[in-house]
């Protein structure tokens, strides 16, 4: 069976090419989030193997939500979507609980390289 | 990876973004005490950044790197902002959407970049005083690579009776964010 994945990031442009690259590789992307706030909702609902999380989003951010995912769930896998320049809020998000991060603009190859870490 | 099939929805999205900074900055100009304005128009920029560097739109991530930067320094310093820098941020989002369209049209190399001069005089007039990072405490980055060197003894002893173990790491130099990396090995090792 393959992998479940919950794609969190506030742009649909980021969220779309993220769903496409697992897709492709033959992940099943079961939900979207785009706020702090919906992306803990739909973890809870969904139970992903796998999170993708963008740290600056509106309402709740992306530290935080990792911070009440892991909470609620300490295995929980979840990858950081960072841009270049945010060294210590991928630190932040490390110390909450992330396993790993890749950084904008991203290469296919090196998502998939990151995923299979979080996932191994 | 074929890029192109974003195009349309960078396009679309860019310009939400940017229309969403045209009313933020008039409700800043009306309230410049608001608090509320810079964040929303911080986090537009910022996406808008990200998009633009994915979609390889090296001209307009740039611009919206120092535009995010000049915002970032006025969030932290939560004052409120002189007229002056309304305006300037009014037309850096002009300079955005025009470079936008330009991009999508493949005519990147035509953005004119001339506003960075005013956003980066902008932004380290607004610089807010520097606060050692909590990250600067656990690890320094340097351009230089260290020279290996002994042991300590305490810590040669301690492998020397079988109590530790040494691990040998390397990051790629072209890696990014060499400090979030390291701080995942140590995790892992421990």
């Given at each position: 069976?393959?992998?479940?994945?919950?794609?969190?990031?506030?742009?649909?442009?980021?969220?779309?090419?993220?769903?496409?690259?697992?897709?492709?590789?033959?992940?099943?992307?079961?939900?979207?989030?785009?706020?702090?706030?919906?992306?803990?909702?739909?973890?809870?609902?969904?139970?992903?193997?796998?999170?993708?999380?963008?740290?600056?989003?509106?309402?709740?951010?992306?530290?935080?939500?990792?911070?009440?995912?892991?909470?609620?769930?300490?295995?929980?896998?979840?990858?950081?979507?960072?841009?270049?320049?945010?060294?210590?809020?991928?630190?932040?998000?490390?110390?909450?609980?992330?396993?790993?991060?890749?950084?904008?603009?991203?290469?296919?190859?090196?998502?998939?390289?990151?995923?299979?870490?979080?996932?191994? | 990876?074929?890029?192109?099939?974003?195009?349309?929805?960078?396009?679309?999205?860019?310009?939400?973004?940017?229309?969403?900074?045209?009313?933020?900055?008039?409700?800043?100009?009306?309230?410049?005490?608001?608090?509320?304005?810079?964040?929303?128009?911080?986090?537009?920029?910022?996406?808008?950044?990200?998009?633009?560097?994915?979609?390889?739109?090296?001209?307009?991530?740039?611009?919206?790197?120092?535009?995010e930067n000049l915002l970032d320094n006025l969030r932290r310093?939560?004052?409120?902002?002189?007229?002056?820098?309304?305006?300037?941020?009014?037309?850096?989002?002009?300079?955005?959407?025009?470079?936008?369209?330009?991009?999508?049209?493949?005519?990147?190399?035509?953005?004119?970049?001339?506003?960075?001069?005013?956003?980066?005089?902008?932004?380290?007039?607004?610089?807010?005083?520097?606060?050692?990072?909590?990250?600067?405490?656990?690890?320094?980055?340097?351009?230089?690579?260290?020279?290996?060197?002994?042991?300590?003894?305490?810590?040669?002893?301690?492998?020397?009776?079988?109590?530790?173990?040494?691990?040998?790491?390397?990051?790629?130099?072209?890696?990014?964010?060499?400090?979030?990396?390291?701080?995942?090995?140590?995790?892992?090792?421990?």
């Amino acid at each position: 069976m393959s992998h479940t994945v919950l794609v969190c990031d506030d742009a649909i442009f980021m969220r779309t090419m993220i769903s496409d690259i697992l897709g492709q590789a033959g992940f099943d992307v079961v939900g979207e989030a785009e706020t702090g706030t919906q992306a803990v909702e739909k973890y809870r609902q969904l139970k992903p193997d796998l999170v993708t999380m963008d740290i600056v989003m509106p309402d709740m951010g992306g530290i935080d939500a990792v911070r009440e995912i892991v909470k609620h769930d300490p295995d929980a896998k979840i990858l950081m979507c960072s841009a270049m320049g945010q060294q210590a809020l991928v630190v932040e998000a490390i110390q909450a609980g992330a396993k790993d991060f890749v950084v904008k603009p991203f290469q296919p190859s090196r998502v998939l390289e990151a995923v299979q870490r979080v996932l191994g | 990876m074929d890029l192109s099939q974003y195009a349309e929805l960078f396009l679309a999205e860019s310009r939400e973004h940017l229309s969403a900074c045209n009313q933020l900055l008039l409700e800043w100009e009306r309230n410049p005490a608001a608090a509320e304005p810079v964040g929303g128009l911080f986090r537009a920029v910022h996406t808008i950044k990200g998009m633009a560097a994915t979609m390889g739109y090296g001209r307009i991530a740039d611009l919206a790197h120092r535009l995010e930067n000049l915002l970032d320094n006025l969030r932290r310093g939560g004052t409120a902002p002189a007229d002056e820098t309304i305006q300037l941020l009014f037309r850096a989002t002009d300079a955005l959407e025009k470079a936008v369209g330009l991009a999508v049209a493949g005519r990147e190399r035509e953005v004119d970049l001339a506003i960075l001069a005013d956003i980066d005089r902008a932004a380290q007039q607004s610089k807010p005083a520097p606060q050692p990072s909590a990250l600067a405490r656990h690890f320094t980055e340097s351009a230089e690579v260290p020279e290996p060197q002994g042991l300590p003894t305490a810590l040669a002893a301690s492998v020397a009776s079988g109590a530790g173990r040494i691990f040998q790491v390397t990051i790629r130099p072209e890696a990014p964010l060499k400090c979030a990396r390291a701080m995942l090995i140590v995790k892992k090792a421990q």
